[in-house]
């Protein structure tokens, strides 16, 4: 409603004392009655309409998401467009919206807000029974609860899978029936599951440390990969290592007390205890110490099918994993054919040397029962097991 405007009108003047006490008596009602009115009257700005558009006029617009983002929702807050949220432009009477909801924040919570117009957002008044919360929201911050974190459903990748697949991860090739310990690299920080079989605790995955390059100068070079050179397939795999790099030839060749200068086209005494590329507590087993886990395992001849994960292998020919130790066809490397067999095979290195050119290894083939404790090139690249130090 607009104010009422007085408009004064002229007099005409007096021609007679007949006229003045006439007008006095209409005039007086007026007075009074503006008299009355008091602070009522004066009150009535507020409700003049104003140029600026009324709170419905500005519309409604999803705040809690920014549009184009991961978390844009047509659920969402209701506030005006033109003002952002924490920017210095914002105005109480254009937004309603909670502070404790930009997106992005730490203090973001997993829920969209929507603001009750009895509160004014961002006052001392505003109280809690103004938000209604809404489970829409994509938490995106740091205070973000595990709740709403999307997990791997291992069931749906797994389901129909005859073969290996580099998009199924790691965490789903273990055997859920198996009471995991872990362990923390010092190094990297990476965590990584174990094992306890017999006497014996093993990683019951495969090292994923990189040493970076062998050699020095001009002549250094590569001595462990990812599979196809993709990162990302070390985080399923673990990387490949060539024998060398596995013992850790550089830190045998620099040891103060025993120098061993090892490694391809080379035959040395290596120690009882060869700590290689594992972590600090850890060492890479020998070929007895491979011996000694499979006759837990029922023995050489029919070991494979117990070492076996119990999804991945080519054919479906998968194992029980009974023992946790989740051997996974993740292949190898050779310089000749480059990477080779991911689904079809599983290739361990031991710290036991053959000859010059060969070391032994822990082999297991898709096809086969029997697991193979033979040797291979040490220049080829295979996965590696540590075992932990009595």
């Known amino acids: 409603m607009r104010n009422v405007i007085a408009r004064s009108r002229k007099a005409k003047p007096a021609t007679n004392k007949a006229w003045w006490p006439s007008l006095t008596t209409l005039l007086l009602p007026l007075t009074l009655a503006l008299v009355a009115c008091g602070d009522d009257c004066s009150s009535s700005a507020s409700a003049v309409p104003s140029d600026e558009p009324s709170s419905f006029e500005r519309g409604e617009s999803s705040s809690s998401a920014i549009p184009g983002s991961a978390s844009e929702s047509s659920s969402g807050v209701n506030s005006s467009s033109s003002a952002i949220p924490g920017s210095a432009s914002e105005s109480s009477s254009s937004v309603n919206s909670s502070s404790s909801a930009i997106p992005g924040s730490a203090s973001e919570s997993s829920s969209s807000v929507n603001s009750s117009s009895s509160a004014i957002p961002g006052s001392a008044s505003e109280s809690s029974s103004s938000v209604n919360s809404s ?35 790691k965490e789903c090739r273990f055997n859920p029936d198996i009471d995991y310990g872990t362990m923390t690299d010092s190094r990297d920080g990476k965590v990584y599951r174990t094992v ?89 087993p020998s070929k007895a110490e491979f011996g000694t886990l499979l006759t837990v395992m029922g ?86 097991r540590c075992i932990k130090n009595n």
Not at 200 to 211: C, G, R, S
Not at 234 to 259: E, Q
Not at 347 to 359: E, H, L
């Open 135 to 169: 489970s829409s929201a994509i938490p995106s911050s740091a205070s973000e609860s595990s709740s709403s974190v999307d997990k791997v459903n291992c069931s749906a990748l797994l389901e129909g899978e005859t073969g290996w697949s580099w998009d199924v991860p």
């Open 196 to 284: 306890k079989i017999g006497d014996q605790v093993w990683m019951a995955e495969n090292l994923n440390f990189d040493p970076g390059q062998g050699g020095s100068g001009e002549d250094k070079y590569d001595w462990s990969w990812c599979y196809d050179n993709e990162p990302k397939k070390c985080d399923v795999a673990g990387r490949l290592y060539t024998w060398a790099a596995a013992i850790d030839s550089v830190k045998l060749a620099t040891d103060t007390k025993n120098p061993q200068d090892c490694g391809d086209g080379k035959k040395c005494a290596l120690p009882d205890t060869v700590y290689g590329i594992c972590p600090p507590g850890w060492h890479l």
């Open 299 to 384: 023995g050489q001849s029919t070991a494979s099918n117990v070492l076996k994960s119990q999804s991945g292998w080519a054919e479906s020919k998968n194992g029980t994993d009974a023992f946790g130790f989740s051997a996974l066809p993740v292949g190898g490397w050779a310089p000749l054919y480059g990477f080779y067999l991911a689904g079809n095979g599983a290739y361990f290195w031991s710290a036991t040397g053959f000859d010059a050119d060969y070391a032994e290894h822990l082999g297991i083939d898709y096809d086969k029962e029997n697991t193979f404790l033979d040797f291979a090139y040490k220049h080829s690249g295979s996965s590696v």
